[in-house]
């Protein structure tokens, strides 16, 4: 099957044509997410246009057009049904409408993560395994679930899709979500600045030389010896250890799939939680594998295929 796959992100939408398991084409644009959707869409007709030309195809040679979304989104219905403080026009925009007028296809949406899993279980780190969660660790964390080959998503299209919002600290800060102590609330790319502004010491850190800490900085100064860099990056790491087990108490998985921007550190994260999930989830089947995502930027848009050929409810 050949279908077009856009991934929204919150500073790019990266779309492509995709045939089976690879990216025949994919074109990313810059965008302000705060500014809505709306705005976007024509700009994603032009890019899906260029890419036509490039790769030779018709947008008609494509099966359909899946699109992943940073929000709580039910499939079922095609519609956005909550957003995060990104792309706040979007449970307004009827998107099999768009789909059908602007580029005359069938279209399916569903949440980002969900997508990326998607990719991950068809073409990556997840391969033939029916029973995988995945944690996104980024900018907010993405904590997905597949039982059984499918795709958890609920009554309300909500379940399996928010185990980066499991509370991990119950006296913990206020989350974007309205819950306290979110696991992203207290090891996330946006939440990283709030911690090491209440972290003690940390105007005499090496970080402090820095205008915006982000995980890249963090892992590099605790790898020079910072002391509070050292202390920061091993209490997000206790985090997302926390946060694993909750994911395989919740939903009984197999494997685990680890992704986002912080797999850059991989081989920092990937032993600590392989081995604080063997020590202490509780599995008496056997032991959950702890994998790192192998597609990327790209698992999102080689999530397309498996959502379209898959049979909804
Ligand atoms: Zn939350």
């Known amino acids: 099957m050949r279908a077009l796959a856009i991934d929204l992100g919150g500073s790019h939408a ?12 994919n074109d990313a644009i810059a965008v302000d997410c705060a500014e809505g959707l709306r705005p976007l869409l024509p700009l994603i007709v032009d890019t899906f246009d260029q890419l036509a030309k490039r790769t030779k195809l018709s947008l008609a040679d494509c099966k359909g057009v899946a699109v992943g979304f940073p929000g709580l989104v039910d499939a079922r219905v095609g519609r956005v049904l909550s957003t995060n403080a990104k792309y706040e026009d979007a449970p307004k925009v009827d998107f099999a409408a768009w789909g059908r007028e602007a580029l005359g296809l069938p279209l399916r949406i569903e949440n980002d993560a969900r997508m990326a899993l998607l990719g991950e279980c068809y073409a990556g780190a997840a391969m033939g395994v029916t029973e995988v969660v995945m944690m996104t660790l980024g900018t907010g964390i993405g904590g997905v679930a597949m039982i059984e080959g499918r795709l958890l998503r609920g009554k309300h299209a909500q379940a399996g899709c928010l185990g980066g919002h499991f509370p991990i600290l119950f006296t913990g800060r206020c989350c974007t979500c309205g819950a306290i102590g979110c696991a992203e609330a207290e090891a996330a790319g946006w939440s990283l600045p709030l911690i090491l502004r209440e ?115």
Request: hydrophobic share 50%; net charge negative.
């Open 199 to 313: 972290w003690p010491g940390a105007s005499g850190s090496t970080l402090s030389k820095y205008q915006k800490v982000g995980f890249k900085e963090l892992f590099e100064e605790a790898a020079a010896g910072d002391e509070v860099a050292l202390a920061v990056r091993d209490r997000c790491l206790s985090v997302w250890c926390a946060d694993a087990i909750a994911l395989v108490h919740a939903y009984d998985p197999e494997v685990i799939v680890i992704g986002g921007g912080v797999m850059k550190s991989a081989a920092n994260i990937i032993p600590i939680i392989q081995s604080h999930v063997r020590k202490h989830a509780w599995t008496p089947w056997g032991k959950v594998q702890v994998r790192a995502a192998e597609l990327g930027n790209d698992a999102a848009l080689l999530g397309a295929v498996p959502l379209l050929s898959e049979k909804l409810d």
């Open 14 to 25: 990266n779309c492509g044509i995709v045939e089976e398991r690879a990216i025949l084409a």
